[in-house]
T-cell receptor
């Protein structure tokens, strides 16, 4: 089965604390994984993808094929990081599968 | 924003009425998608298109139809709206970039069916 699981609906952290948003996937092929961010009532924006191995806004994510995970991390959370985060899997030419999302709240 | 717009941005309609949402893109992307976003469900694919007049169903296609007569426009129609179709609808395109494919989203349409 092709599936993306984000186990946490809500994650609250204090400003300056480390953040880890969990994402696990199930896919028999070679996965292509993404993180998207959605600020309040705005469109989803691509945050990063595993192929690029980049750091955007201080966030990083490493693909762990052994654990089938693609967790999103940031060492020091900022209030402006508060948003909805979606993990997504590209499973074929046209098909993208999204997780149910995790709402991150960064408390002052 | 990859040149993606959606119209209308907000709509309130009554149960049983037909509704058409429009997605317009200006950059000649081949692949286009319609998703709905609901709390607890994330984004779910309704329909997608891989070219003019080439469309296929997603995981939640019941009650929806689509058309793509031009590259730039992808229309989503609710033939007879129901309250369960109250949702935020996002259009997306997919393009090849930096060795892979990336999706970019429109601003969304908030639909309320009363």
């Amino acid at each position: 089965a092709q599936r993306v699981t984000q186990p946490e609906k809500l994650l609250s952290v204090f400003k300056g604390a480390p953040v880890e948003l969990k994402c696990n996937y199930s896919y028999s092929g070679s996965p292509e994984l993404f993180w998207y961010v959605q600020y309040s009532r705005q469109r989803l924006q691509l945050l990063l993808r595993h192929i690029s191995r980049e750091s955007i806004k201080g966030f990083t994510a490493d693909l762990n094929k052994g654990e089938t995970s693609f967790h999103l991390k940031k060492p020091f959370a900022q209030e402006e990081d508060s948003a909805m985060y979606y993990c997504a899997l590209r499973a074929g030419t046209y098909k993208y599968i999204f997780g149910t999302g995790t709402r991150l709240k960064v408390l002052a | 924003d990859a040149g993606i717009t959606q119209s209308p941005r907000h709509k309130v309609t009554e149960t049983g009425t037909p509704v058409t949402l429009r997605c317009h893109q200006t950059e000649n992307h081949r692949y286009m998608y319609w998703y709905r976003q609901d709390p607890g469900h994330g984004l779910r694919l309704i329909h997608y298109s891989y070219g003019v007049k080439d469309t296929d169903k997603g995981e939640v296609s019941d009650g929806y139809s689509v058309s793509r007569s031009k590259t730039e426009d992808f229309l989503l129609t609710l033939e007879s709206a129901t309250s369960s179709q109250t949702s935020v609808y996002f259009c997306a395109i997919s393009e090849s970039n930096r060795g892979g494919y990336e999706q970019y989203f429109g601003p969304g349409t908030r639909l309320t069916v009363t």
